[in-house]
């Protein structure tokens, strides 16, 4: 029995039949067939309703612009609920979001049940993993939002900054629950020690980087990590140098996570790595920070990234 996805045909020995008629038709070898029994046509319309939760899973796609072979895995409705929800300042409509989330949950459930364990042959190079954890974890963030209502103030409010949110909210992706937290640190961050993903990872807060309004692609990464960083960087809100004072101000990301830059210069050859270091990777020629400049970190605006916010800032 062969499935083809995105296409309302089966395929049972060797006819064809839509699904539309499948409760009343049955592919036989020969031209007559006594009617079917109550039960048999119980059984049928049961097994009729698997297949086409089945057909209408998004968990592939044959892609045949990234140079491998066979099926991957498909951000197809990832990249719907970005484009119809994330504005241009990657900023996001919760609400309307969780009035229209038919596409986005058949994402989630996605997730839930497929990734680099269950299958590793649909991601079959380093990049279409880390692809996969990104996306994963933007989307989970998503969830995790709409799960409390959808929230409007912040995510990381509580006691202990984030620990509700980002530590005791359980997620599963893979087969496998976890919380974001582990997601980022003992996945995303520890396995491939690539330092952009701080400019991909989205924690719904307003001084995250700007969340695109496409997923992230194996195809495409790492342009599309290069691109992030980059505009990351560039920005002010990120990146404040005061030329006359020789100070300059980063975004508490540099400091959440300094360990990861620092080690990406010493693995790279940098004997004297420093955050500016790194930092200037990503500026152009004419905009490289000096290097005896002070760091200091600019104030986290922890507030919802939502387009509807109207609360005031959440800062640390």
């Not at 995790?144 to 959808?150: E, K, W």
């Amino acid at each position: 029995m062969t499935i083809l996805s995105g296409m309302r045909l089966l395929r049972l020995s060797s006819c064809r039949i839509p699904l539309t008629d499948f409760t009343d038709k049955l592919c036989m070898n020969k031209p007559k067939q006594k009617p079917f029994s109550a039960k048999m046509k119980q059984a049928t319309l049961f097994f009729a309703a698997i297949l086409v939760a089945i057909v209408n899973l998004p968990a592939f796609s044959s892609n045949p612009d990234d140079g491998l072979q066979g099926t991957l895995f498909d951000y197809s409705l990832w990249t719907k609920t970005l484009s119809l929800f994330v504005d241009q300042n990657g900023r996001i409509d919760y609400q309307g979001l969780l009035l229209d989330r038919n596409d986005f949950d058949q994402y989630i459930n996605a997730l839930e049940t497929i990734g680099p364990v269950t299958r590793p042959d649909l991601f079959p190079t380093k990049n279409s993993q880390l692809a996969y954890y990104i996306n994963a974890y933007n989307a989970l963030v998503f969830n995790g939002v709409l799960s409390r209502g959808p929230e409007t103030s912040s995510v990381w409010s509580g006691l202990i900054s984030g620990l509700n949110f980002f530590v005791r909210m359980d997620v599963k992706i893979d087969g496998r629950i976890t919380n974001l937290k582990k997601l980022e640190d003992r996945i995303i961050r520890k396995k491939f020690k690539d330092p952009r993903i701080h400019a991909a990872l989205n924690c719904a807060s307003n001084s995250c980087p700007r969340l695109p309004q496409a997923a992230f692609l194996p195809e495409k990464l790492d342009q599309q990590l290069n691109q992030a960083m980059t505009e990351f960087v560039a920005s002010d809100a990120n990146v404040l140098v005061d030329e006359k004072n020789h100070r300059v101000f980063i975004s508490k990301i540099f400091d959440w996570f300094e360990e990861d830059f620092i080690d990406f210069e010493k693995d790279n050859g940098n004997q004297t790595p420093s955050l500016i270091d790194y930092i200037n990777r990503f500026l152009p020629a004419n905009s490289q920070i000096e290097s005896h400049f002070k760091i200091d970190f600019l104030k986290y605006d922890k507030g919802i990234n939502s387009q509807r916010n109207n609360q005031e800032p959440a800062d640390s």
